[in-house]
C-alpha cells in the first residue's frame, strides 16, 4: 500500500483530500500597521518639498520650505526605508537651484525628473532637471518647444514616454492654472497647452488609457471633492482618435460629463494674497491665469462629484492624504489639531466602478501624538510610508518637536484587500477600464485562453486530459455540513467508499503540478493519487470547479460558468488558506471585499472568520451591522451553524439596540434627546444597531453621513 501523509485512502482507484478545517489555522492575523523611528540626519518638515518612492525601499526628498528658518532648499535627502536612516546625498553637475512646490516623478526606475516649483524670490519655474539617482549626478537636457508658463504646487506623471504636467499656480497675481502639456521624453520637445480644469495642490496619475486628477484646491481656494479624467486616445501621438464618445459609469451619481467651459470661466481667477504661515502640503498660497484662450484638450473628457454617503470620506475636513495603487485611488486622512484618531479613516475609490470603500478606521492604523507631513507609495503598489513627527514632550532632544520628520508609518496594503500595482495590470482579473466598458464576459489573454479551452474536457474530445477530480454536490455544502447540532457521528461520512461524489472534472496533471504546490508534493511522493488518477476533493463541486479553472487561467474573474457566484470565491478562500496558496487568497478577499451586498454578506463573514482574515471578517460584521433588519433574513444567515449565529450576533456592541423606522427619523430630524440617550450612546447604538432596519436606504445621503452610519 502506498503511504499516505495528508488523506485517507478510498480505494485503488480514488484518492481522498482532507475537508477544510472549521477553525483558521493559517491566513493572516489582526493586523495594525507600526510606527518606528528614524535615524541619521534627520530632515525638518519641509514645506512643499518633493517625496519620491526610488525602488530598492529608498525615499528621496528634495528641496522645500522651512517655516521656522524661511529657508527654502536645494538638498537632497535620502531614506533607506530597511534601516531607517536619513542621509544627505552629496549630488553633481547642473545642481538646480532652490524652490518648492516642484514635482520629481521617477523616470525609468533611476532617475528622477524635477520640473517646476518656486524659488527664495517667489519666481516661478519652469526648467527640467534630472538627477541620476546612481551617481548622484543632475544634468540639464535641451529643451524643444513652446516651454509652459512657470509654477508651483502642479502635479505631474508620467505615461508612454511624457511627462505630464497638469494645473498649478503661477504668476505675480497668483493664478489657478487649468493647463495640460507634456514634454516628450524621447526629444525633450514640449507640446502646446490645451485646457483641462483649474486646480493646485492635487494628485495626477493614469490608469486604463486614461489621464485622472482629484484632490486639490479649486479657484474658489475650495476644496475638492470632483474627480476627472482624459481620455489619452485622443491626444497626437498616443494612438488613433477612436473614442470620442463620452464615458458613463452605471453605478456613478451626479455625473457630469462635458467641456470645461461651461465650469470654468476664461477670465483670470485669483486668490488673496500670502499668508505668510505654511504647513507642510498645505494649501495656503495663491495663483492667476491669463486670459488667453486655449483649445480644449483632446479626448473625452468627464468628471463625478461626490456629495454625501455611508462610505464617502468627509472631504471637507482633516488632512488628506491621496496616493494612487492597485487600480484605486487612495484617501487617507490622519489627525491633526481639529480631528482626532476616531475620526480618521483610510478610503479607497474603485476606478472601475467610482464607488468608495472604507478599508479601516483611524484607530486601527493611527496612534495618538503623532502628526504627519507626507505620503508615499512604493511602486508595486503594496506598500504605503508616512513621514512625520512624535508631538511626545519627553522624546529625544532635536527629533521629538513638530519640525523633524523622525517618525516612519508603514502601512501594508495587502493587508486590506489591495493587490499591488503589478497583479492589478496583469492578472486578467483586473478591471482594465470603467465598469460601463466591460464586455459581459471577462476576456482572458495569452496563456490562460489557451488552456480554458481544454479544462473539463473529456479525454475522447482530443482534450488529452489525464486525471479526474471529483467533489461534493452542490447540495452538499459546507453549510450542510457543519449544520447546527452537527456532530462527529451525525455529519456525513465523506472519508467513507459510499460518500456521494459530483460528476468527474478532466483535468491535466501537468497543470496541477505546476500551479497547485500541494498536489505536486503529494504528486511527487507516488501518493494514492499517482496511480488511481483520480482525487476526491470534499469542498462543493461549484468552489473546486471555480478552484480548477483558477489553476488554468490565473483568474477568478466573475465567468458565466465558473465563478459566477460569490460564494464560490467565499468557498476558493478556504481551499486557498487550506493549501496556503497567497495569491489566489489575495485575489478572493479583494473580490469579497468588493462585492459584499445583503445577500452574501454573512457567509463572506463567516469564510473570513474560518480563514483567520481579520480585515475582510471586520468589513463583513460592519456591513451585517449596518443592514440587519435585511441580512437576518437572507438565505446565507440562516444557513450559518448555531455557533456561527451567536458570534455575528455577539459583534453588536453591548449596549447596541435595534432602531425601528419611525424612531430612526426622529433621530435624524430632532437629534439623540428624542431617544433619550447621549451623544455617545448614540453613536454606538448607530454603529452597532441602529442601521438595522430597510429604512436606513430611504434616507438621503445627508442624513447618513450627520448621523455616522458606516
Not at 519620491?52 to 520650505?65: K, L, W
Not at 523633524?404 to 496594503?413: A, F, K, R, T
Amino acid at each position: 500500500m502506498t503511504p499516505l501523509s495528508s488523506g485517507l485512502q478510498l480505494s485503488e482507484q480514488a484518492f481522498l483530500m482532507p475537508p477544510s478545517p472549521t477553525d483558521g489555522r493559517r491566513g493572516s492575523t489582526d493586523y495594525r500597521p507600526s510606527i518606528r523611528k528614524a535615524n541619521g540626519n534627520v530632515p525638518a518638515c519641509l514645506v512643499n518639498a518633493s517625496v519620491t518612492y526610488c525602488n530598492d525601499d529608498q525615499i528621496y526628498a528634495f528641496g522645500g520650505f522651512d517655516q521656522y528658518t524661511d529657508e527654502v532648499y536645494n538638498h537632497v535627502l535620502k531614506l533607506n526605508l530597511s534601516t531607517l536612516r536619513w542621509e544627505l546625498v552629496d549630488n553633481y553637475g547642473d545642481i538646480p537651484g532652490v524652490r518648492m512646490g516642484h514635482t520629481a516623478t521617477l523616470y525609468q526606475g533611476d532617475k528622477l525628473i524635477v520640473f517646476g516649483g518656486e524659488n527664495e524670490h517667489r519666481e516661478y519655474l519652469s526648467d527640467v532637471v534630472i538627477l541620476d539617482i546612481g551617481t548622484s549626478t543632475w544634468t540639464q537636457p535641451e529643451i524643444r518647444g513652446s516651454t509652459p508658463r512657470g509654477r508651483a504646487r502642479h502635479a505631474a506623471v508620467i505615461y508612454d514616454e511624457k511627462l505630464f504636467v497638469i494645473g498649478g499656480i503661477t504668476g505675480e497675481n497668483n493664478v489657478i492654472l487649468d493647463e495640460l502639456t507634456y514634454l516628450d521624453l524621447n526629444t525633450w520637445t514640449w507640446s502646446r497647452t490645451w485646457r483641462f480644469t483649474a486646480r493646485f495642490d492635487h494628485i495626477a496619475w493614469v490608469w486604463g488609457g486614461r489621464l485622472w486628477i482629484f484632490g486639490g484646491l479649486d479657484p474658489d481656494m475650495e476644496r475638492t471633492t470632483d474627480i476627472w479624467w482624459l481620455d489619452l486616445k485622443g491626444l497626437p501621438t498616443l494612438g488613433t482618435s477612436d473614442s470620442q464618445g463620452t464615458v458613463e459609469s452605471p453605478t456613478a451619481t451626479n455625473r457630469m460629463t462635458h467641456s470645461p467651459d461651461g465650469i470654468f470661466s476664461g477670465s483670470a481667477q485669483q486668490l488673496p494674497g500670502r499668508s505668510g504661515s505654511y504647513a507642510a502640503n498645505s494649501g495656503s498660497v495663491q495663483v492667476r491665469t491669463s486670459n488667453r484662450r486655449k483649445p480644449l484638450a483632446p479626448g473625452a473628457i468627464s468628471c463625478l462629484r461626490f456629495k454625501s454617503g455611508p462610505h464617502v470620506p468627509a472631504l471637507f475636513s482633516g488632512t488628506h492624504f491621496h496616493a494612487y495603487a492597485s487600480g484605486v485611488l487612495l484617501d487617507l486622512i490622519t489627525p491633526s489639531e481639529t480631528v482626532r484618531t476616531y475620526e480618521c479613516n483610510l478610503s479607497s475609490l474603485e476606478l472601475d466602478t467610482l464607488r468608495w470603500q472604507r478599508l479601516a478606521d483611524g484607530q486601527e492604523i493611527f496612534k495618538p501624538g503623532f502628526r504627519w507631513h507626507y505620503c508615499t507609495v512604493n511602486s508595486s503598489g503594496t506598500k504605503a510610508w508616512l513621514l512625520g513627527c512624535s508631538l511626545d514632550a519627553g522624546a529625544t532632544p532635536g527629533t521629538g518637536d513638530e519640525n523633524h520628520m523622525s517618525e516612519v508609518l508603514c502601512i501594508d496594503l495587502e493587508r486590506y484587500g489591495l493587490l499591488g500595482n503589478e497583479l492589478t495590470t496583469l492578472s486578467p482579473d483586473s478591471s482594465r477600464s470603467l465598469a460601463s466598458e466591460r464586455p459581459g464576459i471577462p476576456l482572458l489573454s495569452g496563456l490562460g485562453a489557451d488552456l480554458s479551452s481544454v479544462f473539463d474536457q473529456p479525454p475522447q474530445s482530443g482534450s488529452e486530459a489525464d486525471f479526474i477530480i471529483t467533489a461534493n454536490p452542490d447540495s452538499m455544502s459546507e453549510a450542510d455540513e457543519f449544520a447546527e447540532d452537527s456532530s462527529p457521528q451525525t455529519q456525513p461520512d465523506f472519508l467513507s467508499p459510499s460518500a456521494t461524489t459530483s460528476t468527474p472534472i478532466h483535468v491535466h496533471r501537468i497543470i496541477l503540478q505546476l500551479r497547485w504546490p500541494h498536489f505536486k508534493r503529494l504528486y511527487s511522493a507516488q501518493m494514492a493519487e499517482y496511480h488511481s488518477k483520480r482525487m476526491h476533493i470534499p469542498e462543493p463541486y461549484s468552489v473546486v470547479r471555480a478552484f480548477l479553472y483558477y489553476l488554468y487561467t490565473d483568474s477568478i474573474a466573475g465567468h458565466p460558468e465558473y465563478c459566477s457566484d460569490i460564494i464560490d470565491v467565499a468557498g476558493m478562500l478556504v481551499m486557498a488558506n487550506l493549501y496556503d496558496m497567497p495569491k489566489l487568497r489575495l485575489l478572493c478577499v479583494n473580490r469579497l471585499s468588493r462585492e459584499l451586498d445583503v445577500e452574501n454578506a454573512a457567509i463572506i463573514w463567516e469564510r473570513a472568520g474560518r480563514t483567520n482574515e481579520q480585515w475582510l471578517m471586520r468589513r463583513a460584521a460592519q456591513f451585517c451591522l449596518g443592514h440587519w433588519g435585511r441580512i437576518v433574513r437572507t438565505n446565507g444567515f440562516k444557513t450559518l451553524s448555531r455557533q456561527s449565529l451567536i458570534e455575528l450576533c455577539e459583534v453588536v456592541d453591548a449596549e447596541g439596540r435595534i432602531v425601528a423606522g419611525p424612531e430612526l427619523e426622529l433621530v435624524g430630524a430632532y437629534g439623540t434627546e428624542n431617544l433619550g440617550v447621549g451623544r455617545d450612546a448614540k453613536r454606538s447604538q448607530l454603529a452597532a444597531g441602529g442601521a438595522a432596519t430597510d429604512d436606513v436606504d430611504d434616507l438621503d445621503g445627508d442624513e447618513m453621513e450627520g448621523m455616522e452610519i458606516s
